[in-house]
């Protein structure tokens, strides 16, 4: 069965350090990967995906992710947070269907 | 603007008191899909629909059902709302299905906060 496990279920962070949410996937078919964004009472906004190619993955507000077979891992990363980047995150792997991990609730602290 | 528009945005309700939350999507997508979200359980997904009259149950579809009459309105009906119901719903839609290529981006209404007393 497919399966996303995101590791963090909270990551406090201040302002300006570097962010990294992890997200590990389990899969018997290929996966197409992606990191959703809820920003407070909104719905959930593309961050970036993974189809195939490049393993490092650029999506918007300067977040990254990269994509490890081996470890069957996508990894979501941002070198300088900012407050506004205070959100829920959700990784989401696209094999058999469409399957959404717990999410991380990231807070930005000034 | 190319959106997903889901009604009422929150909604408190009584157990057993038939309800309807609309969707509609003006991007002429054939996908559409209804989640509910729970705290550290993230998105489950409830019913969804590959195209007009095609529709079929996703991981938790007790206590719902859905209807797909034209293509860009997938209304999600709780016949008879008990407490667990309790949550965050969220409509989304996408160009084709997950059937397709698995590929296809996702786009999410602002959801509708449902309270079952």
């Known amino acids: 069965a497919q399966s996303v496990t995101q590791l963090d279920s909270q990551v406090p962070v201040f302002e300006e350090a570097p962010v990294e949410l992890r997200c590990n996937y389990s899969?018997?078919?290929?996966?197409?990967l992606f990191w959703y964004v809820q920003y407070p009472n909104q719905g959930l906004q593309l961050l970036l995906k993974y189809l195939s190619g490049s393993t490092l993955v650029k999506g918007i507000n300067g977040f990254e992710a990269e994509f490890n077979k081996s470890q069957t891992s996508f990894h979501l990363r941002k070198p300088s947070v900012h407050i506004s980047d205070t959100a829920e995150y959700f990784c989401a792997a696209a094999g058999n269907k469409l399957t959404f991990g717990g999410g991380t609730r990231v807070l930005v602290k000034p | 603007e190319a959106q997903v528009t889901q009604n009422p945005r929150y909604l408190i309700t009584v157990t057993g008191k038939k309800l309807t939350v609309t969707c509609s999507q003006n991007?002429?997508?054939?996908?559409m899909s209804w989640y509910r979200q729970d705290p550290g359980l993230g998105l489950r997904q409830i019913y969804y629909?590959?195209?007009?009259?095609?529709?079929d149950k996703g991981d938790v579809p007790e206590g719902y059902k859905v209807s797909r009459k034209e293509k860009r309105n997938f209304p999600l009906i709780l016949e008879s709302p008990s407490p667990n119901q309790t949550s965050l719903y969220f409509c989304?839609?996408?160009?084709?299905?997950?059937?397709?290529?698995?590929?296809?981006?996702?786009?999410f209404g602002a959801g509708s906060r449902l309270t079952v007393l």
């Open positions: 899969s018997s078919v290929s996966v197409y």
């Open positions: 991007m002429n997508h054939e996908y």
């Open positions: 629909s590959m195209n007009v009259e095609v529709t």
């Open positions: 989304a839609s996408s160009l084709r299905g997950r059937g397709h290529s698995g590929a296809n981006v996702l786009t």
